[in-house]
């Protein structure tokens, strides 16, 4: 890699595919970088999944638009909604923050109310942290869970005319405030793997279409989503629930019996869940509307450079 590359040039994506590249692993480790959460060996029964999610002021929230316990809610939110896509069950979790000095003890407070309320649905353990001060607040949760090793999802796995779908609805999560009130997709995700074989998944953090380029990639398969079929949040449009990001859904893929499965069980399942599209052949995403269009999509999601 040339060193004199800026970051924009090489892009979030690229700069993770470096560090890929050059971590060293050793056999406990079932799988690092590139996956939502590291896999790691643990009991007979079970893997460890670890997984670390950063929330900067103004990238992440903006303080006029958020409250101090909804900043807390998300922090946490965001790790959960990883171990979720795997399939886990979170445990224990380090919260580290950096602090503004002028910043009141009141406020610190409500934050760490928001982490609790959301820690004390999941049964999650606050156990450690890192206390600094910054220019700007900073909070990074750090989050332990575990997994039942044949139920692990990964991003790969998925196959040829595998059912792609999506549980909730997508778009306009900024102006709807759900980027900082969503509730992870834990209990949907246990959910899911108990009852169905699922082969692939991710949680749609960067937007749909970036976040399914992922499993794409992964699996080298391509896809075809159909348009109507994409569940639109409210005041959402189309390109918002293509590409805007930080829905917190869980995105993943199950052959055509196990998609009818889950069709004829509708009645028994109590969360939306959408067919938006399919696993086809070739890397690329397409999309397919009923007026007959047909078109090639990029993966446009939220980058950091
Ligand atoms: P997600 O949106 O699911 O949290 P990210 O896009 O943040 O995932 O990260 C993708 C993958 O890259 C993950 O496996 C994550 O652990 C890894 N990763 C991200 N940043 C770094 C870093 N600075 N060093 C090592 N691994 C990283
Ligand atoms: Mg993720």
Redesign the pocket.
């Known amino acids: 890699m040339d060193k004199g590359l800026s970051l924009k040039e090489i892009g ?1 994506f690229g700069l ?1 595919d470096y ?2 590249k050059i ?1 060293k692993l050793d056999r406990r480790v079932l799988r ?5 959460a ?1 896999v790691v060996s643990y009991t007979k029964k079970k893997y460890l999944l670890f ?3 950063m929330l900067i002021e103004d990238i992440h929230f903006k303080i006029k638009e958020a409250t101090p316990y909804e900043i807390g809610w998300k922090a946490l939110g ?1 790790s959960l909604s ?1 171990i979720a ?1 795997m399939g886990g069950r979170p445990l224990y979790a380090l919260v580290s923050i950096g602090v503004p000095e002028k910043t009141s003890f009141n406020f610190i407070r409500k934050i760490y109310q928001g982490i609790n309320g959301l820690a004390d649905i999941f049964k999650v353990k606050i156990v450690g942290g890192d206390t600094n001060r910054a220019e700007r607040l900073i909070i990074d949760v750090f989050l332990v869970g575990e997994v039942e090793k044949g139920k692990v999802v990964y991003r790969k796995g998925a196959k040829l005319n595998d059912v792609i779908a999506v549980t909730g609805s997508l778009g306009n999560s900024y102006k709807s405030k759900k980027h900082l009130r969503f509730v992870p997709r834990i209990k949907e995700a246990r959910f899911l793997i108990n009852n169905f074989k699922i082969n692939a998944m ?2 749609l ?2 937007g749909l279409s970036s976040d399914l380029f992922h499993i794409l990639k992964e699996n080298k398969k391509g896809a075809i989503i159909f348009k109507e079929e994409i569940p639109l949040s409210p005041k959402a449009s189309f390109e918002q629930a293509l590409h805007e990001g930080e829905d917190f859904e869980l995105l993943f893929t199950l052959t055509e019996k196990e998609a009818g499965r889950i069709s004829a069980e509708k009645k028994r399942i109590n969360f939306p869940i959408s067919f938006i599209g399919k696993i086809i052949e070739g890397e690329k995403m397409w999309l397919y509307s009923k007026k007959g269009d047909f078109k090639a999509i990029e993966p446009q999601g939220f980058r950091h450079f």
């Open positions: 979030e993770i560090f890929k971590s690092g970088i590139g996956e939502d590291a997984t670390t999610d965001c990883d896509s991710i949680d953090s960067d």
